[in-house]
Every structure is written in structure tokens, then in C-alpha cells.
């Protein structure tokens, strides 16, 4: 069993490809929503875990059925780190993911969806609370660099595919050392 971390899929969103042409050069929304669920399922091993971190479904006039379907057809053992365009747990439970929730720590590695800046509010105070080594986030897609102390796993970043939590640990261990 492997761990993964990604972000931002945003399946379904007609607009994404307008705001991200380089990164999903598709000519449908399906056709973008066939090429991640290839990728996330060429990489994901059905008894993997991953952990999304946010933005899986853009919720704009989407049949839940069709959701809960394509959702399904993701490998992994899935935690949804609720972004902002998240809604409907059940759908995400309906398809067989773990519960929910709004950020998680691991190894002392703080997953949630939007950096922890001072400007992001409800962030920044998880970041506070936790002191964490590293945050992973997602959100800004392929905006600026990285921040000090963070890692975005944004799809847009990495040609599409899930991070795999390796690469996150040594992103942690580079970071503890630069810092002392």
C-alpha cells in the first residue's frame, strides 16, 4: 500500500480548461474528466490511500448520479480535505470515500486546502494550533511559487497526476533542515 496526496481535479468545471489551457489542453469537459480519472487509476492502486485536498467536483448543476458514479470509479482508499468548491458530503460518501473533513495531520504534515497565510483566517489559525513542519495545499493551482514551509499538490503542478507521499516527506525533511 502507497499514500498520494492531489488537489484541485475540479471534474465537471466547463471553465477550468479556459483558466488553465497549458495544464488541460482538452477539447470537453468529459474528455478532461476521462484523462484525470486515467491518470489518478494508472497511478492509485485500489488499496492505496489518498488524500484529496480539496476542489475534487465542481458543484455547478451536476446530477449527483453521475457524480457518486465517477467518484466511484476513483482507486484508492479517498479522504475528501474539503475545498472550496466541495459540497454534498454524501456524494463522497456514497461512493465509498471516508468521511470529510476540513484539514488533517499527518506526521506532522498539516493537509488542508488553501495556504496558511494571515489573510486566509480559518487557515492560518489551523497552522497556528498545529505548528506543523509542512503544509500541503492546493487552491492557487499554478500561482506563483510555492510559499516557505508549504507544497502544493495542485493537479495543474504535476502534469495531472497525484503526488505521492514520498515525495512529501523528503518536500518535510528539506524544510526542518533549511529551517534549523
Given at each position: 500500500m502507497k499514500r498520494w496526496v492531489?488537489?484541485?481535479l475540479h471534474l465537471f468545471h466547463e471553465n477550468i480548461r479556459k483558466f488553465y489551457p497549458l495544464s488541460r489542453p482538452f477539447s470537453s469537459v468529459e474528455e478532461m474528466?476521462?484523462?484525470l480519472v486515467a491518470r489518478w487509476n494508472t497511478t492509485i492502486a485500489p488499496d492505496d490511500e489518498v488524500f484529496a485536498v480539496g476542489d475534487v467536483i465542481c458543484w455547478r448543476k451536476i446530477n449527483t448520479a453521475i457524480a457518486t458514479d465517477l467518484l466511484s470509479r476513483l482507486n484508492g482508499k479517498i479522504t475528501l480535505i474539503r475545498g472550496n468548491h466541495d459540497a454534498a458530503?454524501?456524494?463522497?460518501l456514497d461512493a465509498g470515500w471516508e468521511?470529510?473533513?476540513d484539514h488533517l495531520m499527518i506526521d506532522n504534515i498539516l493537509l488542508i486546502h488553501r495556504p496558511c497565510i494571515p489573510q486566509n483566517i480559518t487557515e492560518w489559525d489551523r497552522f497556528v494550533e498545529n505548528d506543523p513542519d509542512l503544509v500541503v495545499h492546493g487552491h492557487v493551482h499554478t500561482s506563483g511559487q510555492n510559499l516557505?514551509?508549504?507544497f502544493n499538490v495542485c493537479v495543474d503542478r504535476h502534469n495531472l497526476f497525484p503526488?505521492?507521499?514520498d515525495d512529501i516527506l523528503k518536500v518535510r525533511?528539506?524544510?526542518v533542515k533549511s529551517t534549523n
Open positions: 492531489t488537489s484541485d474528466n476521462d484523462v458530503d454524501f456524494v463522497y468521511q470529510p473533513v516557505p514551509g508549504h503526488v505521492p507521499w525533511e528539506n524544510n
